[in-house]
């Protein structure tokens, strides 16, 4: 994938205003959050990263809310934005105007999809996308959904997808329209003002990849042998968080890295295998003469 030369930048201000809204239970709670990987502000240049090893797209054939049918199938060829919201998310919210503009800026070329992880009926959704003016099809999704997505904890959370149905990039928040923009035409062979380059999908797009992740954050692995942070991601990728996420530490960590629960736990683990010579401590001997 080629690089092109930037003539324009991103304002530390379009940085400052990404948010989440945490899905609710019982309460929901809002918290701002910086890009985790797709947005780099050097002063002079922005940078978009896709995963270098993308997973094909989980499959679905779903109805939207006008009774038409929307399929995974039918998307080969476009650029595809998968975005998870609520009617009671207020980034999301804010967020959708920007979404009707892509899809107005690239028309067919680009699909976006809304999934509504709203517990009201799909009328009342209906209703709040006609206000909106929201013009391109929105299904109601699910836990099993998300779940096959590998779980969406904040909302919004946008899937991108390459022209070839795999997902290349995962957003969480609201991202200033220009990255949206840059990673699209990159994907369509379009000229980008831009650099570009990839990562490895070590769980910041799908969780189950974190059995592949060298470093968690939070997580000290300092002062350890090879074979004890072997023995030490091994823990961390079989032993689950009991925070009330339902995932492994080392996807906790990754998945929300203010997690008390999970970096307590992960750094009790590898402190116990820090001072086990049996994980593979060097262990000192005294050769008498």
């Known amino acids: 994938m080629r690089k092109v030369a930037i003539i324009g930048l991103v304002s530390a201000a379009a940085l400052l205003s990404l948010a989440l809204a945490v899905r609710p239970s019982g309460s929901a709670r809002h918290v701002s959050a910086a890009p985790k990987q797709s947005l780099s502000n050097g002063g002079t240049q922005m940078v978009i990263r896709f995963a270098s090893n993308p997973q ?12 038409q049918v929307v399929s995974t ?9 998968l975005n998870f919201w609520a009617t009671w998310c207020p980034p999301c919210r804010d967020e959708i105007p920007e979404m009707i503009e892509l899809q107005k800026r690239f028309k067919d070329k680009l699909q976006i999809v809304g999934v509504s992880m709203d517990d009201s009926p799909p009328d009342e959704v209906r209703q709040f996308a006609e206000e909106m003016k929201i013009d391109y099809p929105i299904v109601m ?10 779980g969406v904890p904040a909302l919004p959370t946008t899937f991108v997808v390459n022209t070839d149905g795999r997902i290349v990039q995962k957003h969480e928040g609201i991202y200033p329209i220009d990255v949206y923009d840059s990673e699209i035409r990159s ?8 650099r570009i380059e990839t990562f490895e999908d070590t769980g910041q797009i799908f969780l189950k990849n974190a059995v592949h992740a060298k470093e968690l954050p939070g997580v000290d692995f300092q ?8 023995a030490a991601l091994k823990r961390l990728n079989s032993e689950m968080c009991t925070c ?16 008390g629960t999970s970096k307590g736990l992960a750094e009790k683990i590898v402190q116990e295998i820090r001072s086990s010579p049996s994980h593979g401590a ?8």
């Open 56 to 67: 094909p797209i989980p499959p679905f054939l779903l109805r939207d809310l006008d009774g």
């Open 141 to 150: 999704g699910s836990r099993t959904l998300s779940g096959e997505y590998g």
């Open 187 to 194: 994907l369509l062979g379009m000229p980008v003002q831009a």
């Open 223 to 230: 002062g350890l042998s090879e074979d004890q942070k072997r």
């Open 244 to 259: 009330g996420c339902k995932l492994t530490l080392a996807q906790c960590r990754i998945n929300d890295s203010d997690c």
């Open 73 to 81: 199938a039918g998307w080969h060829g476009k650029v595809v934005l």
């Open 282 to 289: 060097p262990v000192s001997s005294t050769i008498r003469q």
